[in-house]
C-alpha cells in the first residue's frame, strides 16, 4: 500500500515557477513509478509527467514540456514537478499516482494509487 499527500500548490502569475511535491509513505518508493496528472475545471483529469522506479525514464505531456520537470528523490521517498513559465491554462488540480515497477504511462487507470491533490492557480 502506497499514501500520497501532495504540498506546493498555490497562486503565482503567469511566467512564474512552483515545485510541487508528493511525500509516499511505504517501503516501495524505490520500486514505484510516479506520475503528476492534473484537472482543471470542467475537463477531465490529464497526464502531466511520468519518472519510471530506477530513474531512467521520464515521460512529460506536450503541453508541458521543455517547462516541468519531474524527479525524484528516493531517501526521501518524495517526487517532485518543477514548473516554470506557468500558463493560466496550467490552472488545475494536480494528483501525484503510483504504480508497481512498470513503464513510465500516460493512462491515468494503469495508476492505483492516488494523493488528494493540491491546487495550482496561474494569473494572468
Known amino acids: 500500500q502506497v499514501q500520497l499527500v501532495e504540498s506546493g500548490g498555490g497562486l503565482v502569475q503567469a511566467g512564474g515557477s512552483l515545485r510541487l511535491s508528493c511525500a509516499a509513505s511505504g517501503r516501495t518508493f524505490s520500486r514505484s513509478t510516479m506520475a503528476w496528472f492534473r484537472q482543471a475545471p470542467g475537463k477531465e483529469r490529464a497526464f502531466v509527467a511520468a519518472?519510471?522506479?530506477?530513474?531512467?525514464?521520464?515521460l512529460y505531456a506536450e503541453s508541458v514540456k521543455d517547462r516541468f520537470t519531474i524527479s525524484r528523490d528516493d531517501a526521501k521517498t518524495t517526487v517532485y514537478l518543477q514548473m516554470n513559465s506557468l500558463k493560466p491554462e496550467d490552472t488545475a488540480v494536480y494528483y501525484c499516482?503510483?504504480?508497481?515497477?512498470?513503464?513510465?504511462?500516460?493512462?491515468?487507470?494503469?495508476?492505483?494509487?492516488w494523493g488528494t491533490g493540491t491546487q495550482v492557480t496561474v494569473s494572468s
Open positions: 499516482a503510483a504504480r508497481w515497477f512498470g513503464t513510465t504511462s500516460d493512462k491515468s487507470s494503469l495508476y492505483p494509487y
Open positions: 519518472m519510471n522506479w530506477s530513474g531512467d525514464s521520464t
